[in-house]
T-cell receptor
Framework: GENVEQHPSTLSVQEGDSAVIKCTYS??????FPWYKQELGKRPQLIID?????GEKKDQRIAVTLNKTAKHFSLHITETQPEDSAVYFC????????????FGTGTRLQVTL | GAVVSQHPSRVICKSGTSVKIECRSL??????MFWYRQFPKKSLMLMAT?????????EQGVEKDKFLINHASLTLSTLTVTSAHPEDSSFYIC??????????????FGPGTRLTVL
């Protein structure tokens, strides 16, 4: 089955700096890679996703890059703000009727003033 | 749009009792719903995939007789934790994939149910 590794487990940045979270996956057939933000006690919320036919996708301060050859993808948050503080999870899935998400272990991001 | 609700949000029960958790897609239909378990400061672990009108597919190591899943309609799936024990205490989260979504596409998550078994 799929195995997703995520680093770092914790990340502290100053407000205004950039944050980068990296994930690797094992299943070369995976082709859907979402990123979720989860605040304490709340539901995971999709913040951005990318499919394997695209190398990079950007949405305002958030961007995701995908290197399918190396089987890794990264989340980039620029101009971080205190409200970006949360746990971020990457995930990977194959497309298909039986597709399911395999989550990374999570990164706790702390944006300090 | 794409709102998923869960009920109850919190439940405390005694060992040996059964607890039912409901997951509803409020403004869309979902042929597939997923049930996850999350321990404190840990990732989401998929327990089972629930398809409307058919039996759920359980992940390896998840006891199907203990975690009963029913997906009776395109907007409702239920998870029943039978004969609950303290080790079943956890945060249970469901998600739903909208009907017609490209397979492998976006899942929308419910707010979760915190189960405490005394």
């Amino acid at each position: 089955g799929e195995n997703v590794e995520q680093h770092p487990s914790t990340l502290s940045v100053q407000e205004g700096d950039s944050a980068v979270i990296k994930c690797t996956y094992s299943d070369s057939a995976s082709n859907y890679f979402p990123w979720y933000k989860q605040e304490l006690g709340k539901r995971p919320q999709l913040i951005i996703d990318i499919r394997s036919n695209v190398g990079e996708k950007k949405d305002q301060r958030i961007a995701v890059t995908l290197n399918k050859t190396a089987k890794h993808f990264s989340l980039h948050i620029t101009e971080t703000q205190p409200e970006d503080s949360a746990v971020y999870f990457c995930a990977a899935a194959r497309t298909g009727t039986a597709s399911k998400l395999t989550f990374g272990t999570g990164t706790r991001l702390q944006v300090t003033l | 749009g794409a709102v998923v609700s869960q009920h109850p949000s919190r439940v405390i029960c005694k060992s040996g009792t059964s607890v039912k958790i409901e997951c509803r897609s409020l403004d869309f239909q979902a042929t597939t719903m997923f049930w996850y378990r999350q321990f404190p400061k840990k990732s989401l672990m998929l327990m089972a995939t629930s398809n409307e009108g058919s039996k759920a597919t359980y992940e390896q190591g998840v006891e199907k007789d203990k975690f009963l899943i029913n997906h009776a309609s395109l907007t409702l799936s239920t998870l029943t934790v039978t004969s609950a024990h303290p080790e079943d205490s956890s945060f249970y989260i469901c998600s739903a994939r909208p009907l017609g979504t490209v397979s492998g596409g976006e899942q929308f998550f419910g707010p979760g149910t915190r189960l405490t078994v005394l």
